[in-house]
């Protein structure tokens, strides 16, 4: 049920939605249904998801009375670890030592 991911605080709305590691790096097509329209973005516009931030889209919250503006949309992930054997956490730690280099 879409409306379980929402909730709101005045004229915001905030939308939560689990996602995996890979997701969070890489991105994810999401869907929501917003009134009569559907917003179709892939996450990785954010760049790598921060599970402890807030995402926005402006002018996607609910109508402000007496006005022509909206609030905004605030997206929120909670990032799903997977649990890793050590081989598969050493392949990992490879792998980003590689993609990410540190100054």
Not at 29 to 44: A, G, H, L, V
Request: aromatic letters at 12%.
């Amino acid at each position: 049920n879409e409306h379980q991911h929402f909730s709101r605080k005045g004229n915001d709305l905030y939308y939560k939605l689990n996602i995996t590691l890979t997701e969070s790096i890489l991105g994810k097509d999401i869907s929501i249904q917003y009134f009569d329209e559907i917003i179709k973005i892939n996450i990785n516009q954010f760049g790598i998801i921060n599970p402890n931030k807030q995402y926005i889209i402006k002018n996607r919250g609910l109508p402000i009375m007496n006005t022509d503006k909206k609030g905004n949309m605030f997206l929120e992930f909670t990032i799903i670890y997977p649990k890793l054997e050590k081989d598969e956490i050493n392949n990992l730690s490879s792998i980003l030592s590689k993609a990410f280099i540190y100054k």
